[in-house]
């Protein structure tokens, strides 16, 4: 049986919440570039390269990409045979207080959602999932999740014979509404099966999947093309502002799901597709 100390856990997602508000990762950084040589309109462009100079800036001068530096979202895989020395979930919370607080990021959340809406001052709690795998490593997944893309967000639960075209007809009208909101070009995530919640973890999780990779199944994988192609013809365009490059991406994951059912949820993030990783 390993242990690990809960205050390991605690600096290692403090830095990486740090991390992932300074710094954009390297495949978005690409796909933004290449988006700057597609793109055909000339406000497209103008957006595309302060997209990309204020990526450049806030990695120089560590300060964050956006504003809203985002809910913290944490995946968690424990491996089993690891012994947690201390209080797991309060390491967690503890490494995003630190984070939020010693990098001046903003603190975006309120301690009750309806009727106290009183700002908890540190950005915590975090959302937390968690999954036991086999082995003896924490596998760490931060995604400081911001609500402009959020809040463009849908779920449906269709039914089995709408199939793809359904699911697409779906994708397309939840980008369409969500129109310049969520800060394009944006990344599209896409959970496909299991229950409503799973359906939306699903895709929660793929918006934090390299742009580069596709779904392993080539059905998939292919749809992921169609859509892209289809969303990029919806005109949004960068910022809103008209164009072809409405999303760098369209990640889609999977999961068996019940014989009567076909819940579909797709998690929009903005350009500032922010997350970063670690193993302990």
């Given at each position: 049986?390993?242990?690990?100390?809960?205050?390991?856990?605690?600096?290692?997602?403090?830095?990486?919440?740090?991390?992932?508000?300074?710094?954009?990762?390297?495949?978005?950084?690409?796909?933004?570039?290449?988006a700057?040589?597609?793109?055909?309109?000339l406000?497209?462009?103008?957006?595309?390269?302060?997209?990309?100079?204020?990526?450049?800036?806030?990695?120089?001068?560590?300060?964050?990409?956006?504003?809203?530096?985002?809910?913290?979202?944490?995946?968690?895989?424990?491996?089993?045979?690891?012994?947690?020395?201390?209080?797991?979930?309060?390491?967690?919370?503890?490494?995003v207080?630190?984070?939020?607080?010693?990098?001046?990021?903003?603190?975006?959340?309120?301690?009750?959602?309806?009727?106290?809406?009183?700002?908890?001052?540190?950005?915590?709690?975090?959302?937390?999932?968690?999954?036991?795998?086999?082995?003896?490593?924490?596998?760490?997944?931060?995604?400081?999740?911001?609500?402009?893309?959020?809040?463009?967000?849908?779920v449906?639960?269709?039914?089995?014979?709408?199939?793809?075209?359904?699911?697409?007809?779906?994708?397309?009208?939840?980008?369409?509404?969500?129109?310049?909101?969520?800060?394009?070009?944006?990344?599209?995530?896409?959970?496909?099966?299991?229950?409503?919640?799973?359906?939306?973890l699903?895709?929660?999780?793929?918006?934090?999947?390299?742009?580069?990779?596709?779904?392993?199944?080539?059905?998939?994988?292919?749809?992921?093309?169609?859509?892209?192609?289809?969303?990029?013809?919806?005109?949004?365009?960068?910022?809103?502002?008209?164009?072809?490059?409405?999303?760098?991406a369209?990640?889609?994951?999977?999961?068996?799901?019940?014989?009567?059912?076909?819940?579909?949820?797709?998690?929009?993030?903005?350009?500032?597709?922010?997350?970063?990783?670690?193993?302990?």
């Amino acid at each position: 049986m390993r242990e690990i100390q809960a205050s390991t856990i605690t600096e290692t997602v403090k830095d990486l919440f740090l991390s992932a508000n300074y710094y954009i990762g390297s495949d978005i950084c690409n796909g933004l570039k290449c988006a700057l040589e597609k793109e055909t309109s000339l406000i497209g462009q103008s957006v595309l390269e302060q997209i990309i100079e204020n990526n450049v800036i806030a990695a120089d001068d560590k300060v964050p990409i956006c504003q809203d530096t985002g809910m913290a979202v944490i995946f968690v895989e424990v491996g089993q045979d690891v012994h947690i020395v201390g209080n797991f979930e309060d390491a967690m919370n503890e490494g995003v207080r630190q984070a939020y607080l010693e990098g001046y990021m903003r603190k975006s959340v309120v301690e009750d959602p309806l009727f106290n809406r009183v700002n908890t001052k540190d950005n915590t709690p975090a959302i937390i999932h968690t999954k036991i795998i086999p082995g003896d490593k924490i596998s760490i997944l931060v995604m400081p999740k911001g609500f402009g893309s959020e809040n463009m967000s849908a779920v449906r639960m269709l039914k089995p014979s709408q199939g793809v075209e359904g699911v697409m007809d779906f994708v397309l009208e939840t980008v369409k509404i969500a129109g310049p909101n969520p800060c394009p070009p944006i990344v599209v995530g896409i959970g496909i099966g299991g229950t409503l919640e799973k359906a939306c973890l699903l895709a929660k999780k793929a918006t934090a999947r390299n742009i580069d990779i596709h779904n392993t199944a080539p059905e998939y994988a292919e749809l992921e093309s169609k859509l892209l192609t289809k969303i990029n013809k919806l005109g949004i365009g960068p910022g809103g502002m008209g164009g072809n490059t409405t999303a760098l991406a369209v990640n889609i994951e999977c999961y068996p799901t019940h014989i009567a059912g076909l819940p579909v949820a797709v998690n929009i993030c903005c350009h500032a597709a922010r997350h970063a990783s670690a193993v302990l």
